[in-house]
């Protein structure tokens, strides 16, 4: 496959980050610079939400309330914290990585639901705002099988619904039940790699959009990728405040959403005439 020009990296950040990425892409698209336009678009948890929806050209102004938009429709499952706190005490133990990703995939697969991993996914949807996946550029969604710890990587000729695809990449355990598919139960795709900005290797230009960095990553992060011009974006202090410490909160969504609003036009000018414009 021909390397890509120009790729999208969204990483993940619970609904805070969700509702700032969503803001700050809908910010720069009134400015003239469509994040949805790259010929790649990797999203993870919050970013394959807000990715999806930008790769499939949808309007992002519904992220501003999405429970308003949707009316009397399904809402989020509620944060055990209880479980959250056994998944992270797992990730800080140093454990190797498969392992890792096996005994989180235990601690989640306790927690299955099928009625709330119903409500995950029909909250997805509304959100993405379509059940299809992208034609016109590729879209990488990564998630983790949880029986195994396997790692996997969906886009279009997958045979999985977009829908679907997004709910697994952004179940983290204790956030939200794993996702069944094909017979068997998928979760967070963050479990990977962070943001899995390794698979944008081989672009470039690259764009990395962080909800949950607070400074810029130094170059050496990304010197493996190959990519000529790359733009790191993260909170600034305002929105920072906004998203607070706890990414399961709700509350966060509607001041973080303004946030990255108001990011967008500094945001605008570290694109500079990196990015195209906005048709």
Avoid at 18 to 37: K, N
Avoid at 103 to 110: E, F, K, P, Q, Y
Avoid at 218 to 230: D, I, N, P, S
């Amino acid at each position: 496959m021909r390397s890509p020009h120009s790729a999208l990296v969204l990483g993940p950040g619970g609904f805070g980050g969700t509702a700032w990425m969503g803001g700050l892409a809908h910010g720069l698209r009134g400015l003239g610079v469509d994040l949805g336009a790259a010929d790649l678009v990797v999203g993870t948890s919050a970013g394959a939400i807000v990715g999806a929806a930008l790769a499939a050209g949808q309007d992002l102004a519904h992220f501003a309330d999405p429970a308003g938009s949707g009316g009397d429709g399904p809402r989020p499952p509620q944060a055990d914290r209880r479980r959250m706190g056994e998944v992270f005490a797992v990730l800080g133990a140093g454990l190797p990585p498969e392992e890792a990703r096996r005994r989180v995939g235990r601690i989640a697969l306790d927690a299955a639901d099928p009625q709330a991993e119903q409500a995950l996914v029909a909250v997805r949807r509304r959100l993405v705002g379509t059940d299809t996946w992208p034609a016109e550029r590729r879209l990488l969604i990564p998630a983790v099988e949880a029986g195994s710890g396997e790692p996997v990587v969906w886009e279009r000729g997958s045979g999985v619904p977009l829908a679907a695809a997004v709910a697994a990449s952004s179940a983290f355990p204790g956030a939200a039940p794993p996702v069944s598919i094909g017979g068997r139960h998928y979760i967070d795709g963050a479990l990977r790699a962070g943001a899995n900005v390794d698979l944008a290797a081989g672009t470039r230009t690259l764009v990395v959009v962080e909800p949950m960095a607070r400074q810029t990553p130094g170059q050496e992060a990304f010197a493996a990728l190959g990519a000529e011009t790359v733009v790191s974006l993260f909170p600034d202090e305002s929105s920072a405040a906004a998203l607070g410490t706890d990414p399961s909160d709700p509350s966060a969504w509607a001041p973080a959403f303004q946030a990255g609003l108001r990011q967008a036009a500094a945001a605008r000018k570290e694109l500079a005439d990196s990015w195209a414009p906005a048709p």
